[in-house]
T-cell receptor, first 110, second 114 residues
Framework: GQQVMQIPQYQHVQEGEDFTTYCNSS?????IQWYKQRPGGHPVFLIQ?????EVKKQKRLTFQFGEAKKNSSLHITATQTTDVGTYFC??????????FGSGTRLLVRP | NAGVTQTPKFRILKIGQSMTLQCTQD?????MYWYRQDPGMGLKLIYY???????DKGEVPNGYNVSRSTTEDFPLRLELAAPSQTSVYFC?????????????FGPGTRLLVL
């Protein structure tokens, strides 16, 4: 079945450093979504990418969708303590189901 | 709007007991989902529904049952609780259309089976 792999599993950075998490799907996706989950909380939608090669920005966050629509990345510039949490990618197929990656847990040292 | 609500927030079950996790959304979303999240892991889809009266299995349906009699409610039933079902359960809903399939999650139910 379809699998979505995400790396790294953990990332511990100093406040102000950059952070990147990568997502790879075993199959071509119709779209990819990114969610953030704060410790003890629930996943919250960040963004959806649909087009091949698409790049979207939200303030310090940059999201990319690969040309083959099988991989994606999330890059955070100059991390802040408020960025702490687990970032999940989720690959969508045509059936409106999402397959979630295992997540990257971001820890930020103040 | 309250969004997606789940009850209870936390529950301890003994092996073999049964319970129903409740999920309600007030956004008139057609699609609803149940996920489980084991510690330090991602979300696994248990069941989903594309509308009242229609349900389908996800990745990990064994040991669970669902029903969808109304658009708003999507309860998840555990018939014979096992320690392997200790997890956090999230309900989510979405309104597919216009190319955006954002899922809105409830706060979760933490279940411990002893």
């Amino acid at each position: 079945g379809q699998q979505v792999m995400q790396i790294p599993q953990y990332q511990h950075v100093q406040e102000g450093e950059d952070f990147t998490t990568y997502c790879n799907s075993s199959t071509t996706l119709s779209n990819i979504q990114w969610y953030k989950q704060r410790p003890g909380g629930h996943p919250v939608f960040l963004i959806q990418l649909v087009k091949s090669g698409e790049v979207k920005k939200q303030k310090r966050l940059t999201f990319q969708f690969g040309e083959a629509k099988k991989n994606s990345s999330l890059h955070i510039t100059a991390t802040q303590t408020t960025d702490v949490g687990t970032y999940f990618c989720a690959g969508g197929d045509s059936s409106y189901k999402l397959i979630f990656g295992s997540g990257t847990r971001l820890l930020v040292r103040p | 709007n309250a969004g997606v609500t789940q009850t209870p927030k936390f529950r301890i079950l003994k092996i073999g007991q049964s319970m129903t996790l409740q999920c309600t959304q007030d956004m008139n979303h057609n699609y609803m989902y149940w996920y489980r999240q084991d510690p330090g892991m991602g979300l696994k889809l248990i069941y989903y529904s594309v509308g009242a009266g229609i349900t389908d299995k996800g990745e990990v349906p064994n040991g669970y049952n669902v029903s969808r009699s109304t658009t708003e409610d999507f309860p998840l039933r555990l018939e014979l609780a096992a320690p392997s079902q200790t997890s956090v359960y999230f309900c989510a809903s979405s309104y597919p259309g216009q190319g955006l399939e954002t899922q809105y999650f409830g706060p979760g139910t933490r279940l411990l089976v002893l």
